[in-house]
Structures are given as C-alpha cells and as structure tokens.
C-alpha cells in the first residue's frame, strides 16, 4: 500500500555551502510526488537524504515509525528494504548482463533459492517491457532500455517507496512519454509511494498527485499537482509555465534591479490545467483523484480550459508565445 515518509524541519549543509534549510513536508503513502528545482538545489541531495545515504545536519525522516538520520546501521539496512531507488543512470554493473543486474539486490538482500530469483527477475523484466532482453549487456542497450533495467532492479524486492532520480534525463519525448506511463500504470499496480525528481516540466504538469519544488535552499512549495498548476506564487508559476520573467534567474536568483526592469512586464494568463495521465488498463489508481475536485473543495478557479484533455501538456516556451496564441489556448474552455 505504500509508506509515507514525513520529513520534518531537514537542514543539509556541505561545509559552509547550506544545500537545504527547514524542509517540512509529508509525501503521502501510495501517491505520486514529483520534486522540481533549478539545478543544484539539491534535489539528489533530497533524495540520498531520505534514504539515508547521507546525513542531514538536523530534522527528521519518519518511515514506518522510524527515524531513518537516527538509524544505526544495522536498522538502516532494514529500513533501506523499504526503498527502491532508480538512479540517473539506472547504475548498472556494466560488467553483467540484464538479468544478473535485476537478480543483484535479491542475491544480495535475500536468501531465495535461484528458482525463485528467476521467477521473480523474469516478472519485474515483463513489467518493464524488457522481456527477451536479459542476456544483454548494459553497453549494448539504449538509454531508455538502461532506465527501465534500473527500474526493474529497484522493484525486485517489492519495495514500498520508489525514489527515482531524473527519469527522463537523456530520453527523447517520446521515451519519457512512455516511461511516464510506466510509473502509472507500476503505481496502479503496486501501490507503492513515488517520488520523481526531474526537470521535465511536461513531467510534472501531468503525472503526480502532489508537487514539490526546491528553491534557493528551501521548500518553496509542496502539495496537490491543481495546487501548483493554479498558483500564482511567483516562483511557483515560473518554474511549471518554463517562462524567464520571474524571480528566477540563470544562475541564481535574480538582483533587485533585474526584478525591477520586470516590474512593467505583464506575465501570460496560466495555461490550462492538463488531464493527469491515467493507467493505460483503464482502471483507477487508488491515488486518483478526479480532474478539478482540489480547485473545487479548496474554491479555486482553474485556468480557463482545464481538464479539458491532456494537450496541454507543454505550456508555450518561456512566456514568448504570441498573444494571439494564448488567446487562442485561453479560448478553448472545456
Ligand atoms: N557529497 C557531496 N559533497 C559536497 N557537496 C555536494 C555533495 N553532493 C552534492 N553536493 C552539492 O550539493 C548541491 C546540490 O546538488 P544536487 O546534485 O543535489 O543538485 P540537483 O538539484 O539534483 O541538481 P541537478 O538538477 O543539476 O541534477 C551542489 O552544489 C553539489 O555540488
């Protein structure tokens, strides 16, 4: 059924570099939670933090009643059986092939006759698509096929939470559409809890339950995905609508006199707010909610035209589209 994992005031420094400051947030057990940020927030950093791979300077991670920075090693081992993690590069032994890289953690973290290894290597492989591909070496495959390797390895022992760093990096649009379906339809099925971290905004505005994103070393946001997409919080609304008038700059956060030369400009109307994508069997998540029920218990009017169809995935590139465009998007009310 999946764990939450209820983090609480979590502060990360490296030295005199603070990555991090008071991070509070619950990600609810079973859903989906996607963690955006510009580069070098600390997404990663989150991520290796949750899983106790490193240690934060102060705060706690609750899973399952237990304080993972507060763990020994011995318990931190358990508890990491609770976690798959699906690395950027799917991190593979590049020395074995598909089938001895999926059998790794159960050869490793359990005592299984090889018969059941097998059995269970070969389910999580058809999951993923990569039935037929086992004795393949990771040099020998794409990308794609490397992610969704690592992504069967992370659910070879059934975990309850799945951390999955950058999905998408190196992945045409198409690939990430098709590993985006994957993670629904592997959330329909297992009910684990998901926390993506990616840079893919289309990502973001049509796959989890709940946004986060991380911003000059603090939460800025967290919450329901119709939250986010019908904010106006300033930093919030630049990041998911990809625009450059904001609070964002290229390295950093803007000066004072670049907010300034801004202040005239009048920003776009927020898009629509998209379908979120739904399991491919046409079931339902157990996480699924229908489309408009936050904006309509929290009495928030949605972007003229959402919830009219998944189209809206890609807003319009960095504010530029011409008006005539927007119109035309703010027009098609559904
Ligand atoms: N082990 C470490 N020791 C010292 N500094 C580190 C360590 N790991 C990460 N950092 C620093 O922490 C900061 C955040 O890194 P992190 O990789 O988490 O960012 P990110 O948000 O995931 O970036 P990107 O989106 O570019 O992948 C960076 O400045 C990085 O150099």
Redesign the pocket.
């Known amino acids: 059924m999946g764990v939450e994992i209820a983090v609480t005031g979590l502060t990360?420094t490296?030295?005199s570099?603070t990555?991090w400051r008071d991070v509070t947030l619950t990600i609810p057990a079973g859903e989906i939670s996607v963690m955006l940020?510009?580069?070098?927030?600390?997404?990663?950093?989150?991520?290796?933090t949750l899983v106790g791979l490193?240690k934060p300077d102060a705060g706690s991670i609750v899973v399952g009643g237990q304080d993972v920075p507060r763990l020994r090693e011995h318990d931190l081992y358990e508890i990491r059986k609770l976690f798959g993690v699906l690395f950027?590069d799917g991190a593979l032994f590049g020395s074995m092939n598909l089938f001895d890289n999926v059998a790794f953690p159960l050869r490793e973290h359990t005592k299984k006759a090889e018969s059941d290894v097998r059995r269970i290597v070969m389910e999580k492989m058809d999951l993923v698509g990569l039935t037929g591909a086992e004795r393949k070496l990771p040099g020998e495959i794409s990308g794609g096929m490397r992610k969704r390797a690592g992504l069967a390895r992370a659910l070879v022992l059934d975990p309850e939470i799945l951390l999955i760093?950058?999905p998408d990096?190196g992945l045409d649009p198409v690939r990430t559409s098709y590993i985006n379906q994957l993670f629904i339809d592997l959330n329909a099925q297992i009910d684990a809890t998901f926390l993506i971290?990616t840079?893919d905004i289309n990502t973001a505005r049509t796959v989890p339950d709940n946004i986060g994103l991380?911003y000059h070393r603090h939460l800025a946001m967290f919450g329901p995905r119709e939250m986010l997409l019908s904010s106006e919080e300033p930093v919030v609304r630049q990041f998911l609508n990809a625009q450059t008038v904001g609070p964002i700059g290229m390295s950093e956060e803007k000066d004072a006199d670049e907010l300034a030369a801004e202040s005239g400009q009048e920003l776009p109307p927020l898009p629509p707010i998209p379908l979120q994508l739904s399991p491919s069997n046409g079931l339902r998540r157990r996480a699924q909610r229908e489309p408009g029920e936050w904006c309509r218990t929290h009495a928030v009017t949605p972007p003229p035209g959402s919830f009219a169809s998944a189209d809206h995935a890609i807003p319009y590139a960095a504010g530029l589209a011409p008006a005539g465009a927007l119109a035309s998007r703010s027009g098609e009310v559904g």
């Open positions: 990360k490296f030295g570099q990555i940020g510009p580069s070098g927030t600390g997404k990663s950093v989150f991520l290796k490193l950027q760093d950058e990096s971290v840079h991380l």
